[in-house]
């Protein structure tokens, strides 16, 4: 039991003390959030896509028809979505509330968050299997996004730019990224020496950073006020999420890393972009931005919990460094 504590805090505590930098970081005026701002634009249109580019690249398509997990997640995050959605009916919660507390139920911060847990579970060969879960979860987050957000306004009279939010899932960077990892899976970077050195470089410096984006954010104490107001969808993004894909997976009979790094990305806080949707589509900001503060600070305990949980199954076994 005690190794098996030491092997999960092995993996969570790198991933913390980064954030923690971040933090402290901002405390001490060392970087401001105005530039932390730039530093994540750098990693959602530059590092990420780059990161999904190279490690979709070099898989095949009989690979990800063989996973269990892509499916899963497109499930869950469905059912998610529901739950949520009918969790804010059952509260009687505005309609500005509805669609965001059903978009923080199932919407995970799979880039920023999960990766570099998955990345220090299972190493490179966990990170493969990640993008090629984000191929298909990037593009469904979206579209559940749109439309759990819009149905609680179908019947006002304010229009909604819905036509506008579709060409913002279709011209997100990292649904783009995808279809480039497809594409060139066909013609593998490594086959064009200068392509494949500049996406190595640029994806190495993308979960860091994205890391400490994240700690620059973080606000400890709001976080704890604001869980009373919030509960129910943190517990639903946290535990609910990555409990329903464990038992698909279980199911379904998934391969040890295929299941790991499913779980671990469910188990992801909501998204940053989650806020920005909320706030083009009429929904409380303010609700999106206290959500994703407070799932991304409970989510190293969830993290913590789920990883020991995985370990004495003997389902996740530790990388060898």
Request: hydrophobic share 55%; charged share 15%; with cysteine.
């Amino acid at each position: 039991m005690f190794q098996s504590v030491l092997e999960t805090l092995y993996v969570i505590l790198p991933v913390l003390l980064i954030v923690a930098s971040g933090y402290l970081a901002n405390r001490m005026g060392w970087i401001k959030e105005s530039a932390v701002d730039s530093l994540t634009k750098i990693v959602f249109y530059i590092g990420l896509p780059s990161l999904l580019i190279d490690e979709i690249s070099r898989t095949t398509l009989s690979e990800l028809f063989e996973m269990k997990g892509p499916y899963v997640v497109l499930v869950v995050a469905s059912i998610m979505a529901l739950i949520g959605y009918l969790s804010a009916q059952l509260y009687r919660l505005p309609p500005n509330q509805k669609g965001v507390w059903a978009q923080a139920s199932f919407r995970s911060n799979m880039g920023f968050i999960g990766l570099p847990i998955v990345l220090n579970a299972l190493g490179d060969e966990g990170i493969r299997y990640s993008s090629l879960i984000l191929a298909l979860g990037v593009p469904a987050f979206n579209i559940l996004a749109v439309i759990v957000l819009y149905l609680p306004h179908k019947e006002s009279s304010g229009q909604i730019p819905i036509n506008k939010m579709f060409k913002g899932v279709i011209t997100n960077p990292l649904v783009l990224a995808c279809v480039v990892g497809v594409l060139f899976s066909f013609v593998r970077p490594d086959s064009l020496p200068i392509v494949d050195n500049t996406l190595e470089s640029l994806k190495h410096m993308t979960l860091p950073i994205a890391l400490l984006a994240v700690g620059v954010k973080l606000e400890i104490r709001k976080s704890i006020q604001l869980i009373k107001e919030s509960y129910l969808p943190v517990i639903y993004k946290l535990l609910v999420a990555p409990l329903s894909g464990g038992i698909l997976l279980y199911a379904l009979k998934a391969q040890a890393m295929d299941f790991v790094s499913t779980v671990l990305l469910l188990a992801s806080p909501a998204a940053v972009m989650s806020y920005v949707m909320a706030a083009e589509m009429k929904g409380d900001s303010r609700l999106a931005a206290n959500l994703v503060l407070v799932t991304t600070f409970f989510s190293f305990f969830s993290f913590t919990l789920i990883l020991l949980i995985l370990r004495l199954l003997g389902i996740w076994i530790p990388v060898k460094s």
